[in-house]
């Protein structure tokens, strides 16, 4: 009796053990984010100023002089507003034809499994890719170039997430559809796009939220200047590159500015994904259940 | 009475519509168009590995790849392109990571799946996602700002007195806190989202009738896991963790910012290293002057993503297998 016993309360001080390790665990996942967040907010904000997110450089901006990183911010917006509608025009069809026609089935999977990989290349190498392609035709470092760029990096993030809400969707919404007499473009176009709109939504947002932040695939091919671009063969400033570039500044003043930078980088992010987030939340409630 | 009006607009609407000869050539018309640009995710992963490899062909074509991946000496200058160093760091790197990130997200993972409230995975969520969203270059300056200097006041003077002079990758030979360590505590953060949400989906596809027929052979609840739960998800752990891997070993500009840019063949993980998505994001702007020197960082690019296609093939396998099983 007394070594059941014994066994009974060794196997519940294990439970506990584990619970209590899987919590500090959590703990420590959430903490980091925490941290993170209180290390930038706390050495971005003592710099950060009015006249950063409202003006260009200004003469000698890297040696501490006036001015700001405006040029980078509208770049930054270019980029990945470039790069998500480009990304859009791709993917909204290939996550309706995987819907429509391919569904669960063998080429469905493929499909599937070219964008996991596509979403696993890093963007150094679609920045190395987008530079190869820019040799090859010629081409200077542009907007363009990075819009290309960004819309690469995105594409599979944002075809996925619309895939996995799309794939999600009541089989009896669209049968209703059909019985009624419409094609599979139609149902495709006015009943999937319709009831999976926080979806796309999100996808779209998630891929925004990607590209504003991505720094390592615009580094070849958006290229690197103080002014904001007029056409989109002109090259640009990015955000990412801004805090980049300042931190690797021998002067103290300016790199404090690239954390102000990186604070001001955070922010659009943040704002970014908990918008998706709200949105999708309030468009959630027009699709049928 | 405004609802009755919009009805019959609607109505109206729907008589105007196209007759059905030609919605059904719309309908063709689309399929076509939208198959061309399906393919194009397939054709794309082909048209980046071909370019690549074009690039880099002039230098394949010069050295032998031994060469090129084993050599121990990068001189673009008098033309000596070993990559050694470069893929040795881009792996202690990634493994550190990889290390530091496996146990806290296993077990915060298998915490969400099994064990949380439905109020604590709702606060969860946002936060990975928010971990998630952080743009690379951010991770980059809280690794400058709070990792680096932790590395050097607390961890370097903490190992060396206790395990440097006993065993020699902890011993501390490079005095800044820039090096193997910080890249890969920064990395670990990094990573941690994909891979608890990708083993909390995992786990998600374990039927429940398992673990009730398991509790109610009076169980507690870690014992299932670890018995009737656990063997049945390692593939899809193992496959979240190679995920993992690979994206560590992408990442190219948080890890830069903290992982110091030695050329060297590092022997302590308190040593600084230069993984290869670094060597081609520092040198892009000189590579144009030198020969070879740009057929030499395409090629790094080329040989990250072959490493890279291969570990994504072989985890999102086993992922997919898993998750339709649900």
């Known amino acids: ?38 290390t930038i907010i706390t050495r971005g904000l003592p710099s950060l100023s009015w006249s950063m997110v409202t003006q260009i450089p200004k003469g000698g901006y890297y040696m501490g002089k006036e001015g700001g990183i405006l040029n980078a911010i509208i770049g930054s917006a270019y980029l990945a507003s470039g790069g998500t509608l480009l990304a859009i025009l791709l993917s909204l069809p290939i996550a309706l034809y995987l819907k429509a026609y391919l569904g669960d089935s063998k080429w469905g999977d493929y499909v599937r499994l070219a964008l996991d990989v596509l979403w696993g290349i890093p963007s150094i190498v679609y920045g190395a890719f987008g530079f190869a392609l820019m040799i090859m035709l010629g081409m200077r470092a542009s907007l363009l170039a990075g819009i290309i760029a960004l819309a690469l990096v995105t594409l ?6 619309m895939d996995e809400v799309i794939r999600r969707m009541p089989v009896d919404l669209e049968h209703a559809a059909l019985a009624l007499g419409s094609t599979k473009f139609e149902v495709a176009i006015q009943v999937v796009t319709r009831q999976m709109l926080p979806g796309i939504i999100t996808g779209i947002l998630l891929a925004f939220g990607r590209g504003i ?52 980088l955070t922010i659009i992010v943040l704002i970014v994904s908990l918008g998706s987030r709200l949105l999708a939340s309030r468009l959630n409630k027009y699709t049928v259940k | 009475m405004s609802e009755i009006e919009l009805t019959q607009v609607k109505v109206e609407g729907r008589l105007s519509r196209p007759s059905t000869p030609s919605r059904i050539t719309a309908d063709r018309t689309a399929r076509r168009a939208f198959f061309v640009i399906t393919l194009f995710p397939i054709l794309l992963i082909l048209i980046i590995t071909v370019a690549l490899f074009v690039r880099a062909m002039p230098i394949l074509s010069t050295y032998s790849l031994t060469d090129l991946l084993f050599g121990e000496i990068w001189r673009p200058n008098n033309g000596q392109f070993g990559f050694r160093p470069f893929i040795l760091g881009t792996l202690w790197v990634t493994a550190v990571g990889i290390f530091l990130a496996v146990p806290p997200c296993l077990l915060a993972s298998i915490y969400l799946a099994e064990y949380a409230h439905a109020r604590t995975r709702a606060i969860a969520k946002p936060i990975l996602d928010l971990l998630a969203a952080i743009p690379p270059v951010v991770y980059g300056v809280w690794g400058l700002l709070a990792i680096v200097p932790f590395v050097d006041d607390v961890l370097a003077p903490l190992f060396d007195r206790w395990l440097g002079s006993t065993i020699p990758i902890f011993s501390v030979t490079q005095p800044t806190g820039f090096g193997i360590l910080a890249g890969g505590i920064v ?14 989906e995992v786990f998600a596809t374990v039927p429940n009738d398992l ?31 190679v995920l993992g891997a690979s994206r560590a070993l992408g990442e190219t500009i ?73």
């Open chain 2, 187 to 200: 990395l670990a953060v990094m990573i941690a989202p994909l891979i608890i949400s990708v083993i909390f």
């Open chain 2, 254 to 326: 948080a890890v830069l910012m903290v992982v110091g840019n030695v050329p060297k063949v590092p022997t302590s993980i308190f040593d600084t290293a230069y993984p290869l998505p670094a060597l081609i994001a520092n040198n892009y702007g000189e590579m144009m002057s030198i020969p070879l020197y740009d057929a030499a960082l395409l090629g790094a690019a080329l040989v990250l993503l072959v490493v890279i296609i291969i570990f994504n093939i072989l985890s999102t396998l086993v992922l997919q297998r898993f998750l339709r099983r649900k």
């Open chain 1, 1 to 38: 009796m007394s070594i059941k016993k014994k066994y009974f309360q060794r196997r519940h001080i294990v439970e506990f053990l584990v619970k209590t390790a899987m919590r500090i665990a959590l703990v420590i996942v959430a903490g980091a984010l925490g941290l993170i967040l209180w």
């Open chain 2, 211 to 241: 673990r009730h027929a398991s509790l109610a052979l009076g169980t507690t609840q870690w014992q299932t896991i670890r018995t009737v739960v656990l063997p049945q998800v390692t593939p899809g752990i193992i496959a979240a963790i």
């Open chain 1, 156 to 161: 599979p993030i944002m075809t996925r997430a």
């Open chain 1, 213 to 264: 932040g991505d720094a390592a695939s615009v580094l070849f091919t958006a290229g690197y200047t103080d002014r904001i671009p007029t056409s989109l063969m002109n090259p640009t400033a990015s955000l990412p590159l801004a805090v980049f570039f300042q931190l690797g500044s021998p002067y103290p003043e300016v790199r404090e500015r690239g954390y102000a930078a990186a604070l001001i």
